[in-house]
């Protein structure tokens, strides 16, 4: 059983303006990453998704990559 990064990094909030963080979630061509290639918990995941939603919304981060 292999840590994800948020347990590891003790983060207990995902916020959607830490693009760095929220960037280890999405693949090359900006899709979303699963919850079996993450290793995240279905709420850790969820909290994920809505921060990248988020910070798409807020033009922080690209909707697709080139």
């Known amino acids: 059983m292999s840590d994800n990064i948020l347990t590891?990094?003790?983060?207990?909030?995902?916020?959607?303006?830490?693009?760095?963080?929220?960037?280890?979630?999405?693949?090359?061509?900006?899709?979303?990453?699963?919850?079996?290639?993450?290793?995240?918990?279905a709420k850790q995941q969820r909290a994920v998704e809505a921060a990248i939603k988020r910070a798409r919304y807020m033009a922080l981060m690209p909707y697709i990559q080139k």
């Open 8 to 41: 590891q990094n003790d983060i207990r909030r995902v916020d959607y303006k830490d693009v760095d963080l929220l960037a280890q979630f999405v693949n090359a061509h900006g899709r979303l990453v699963g919850r079996k290639r993450s290793g995240l918990t």
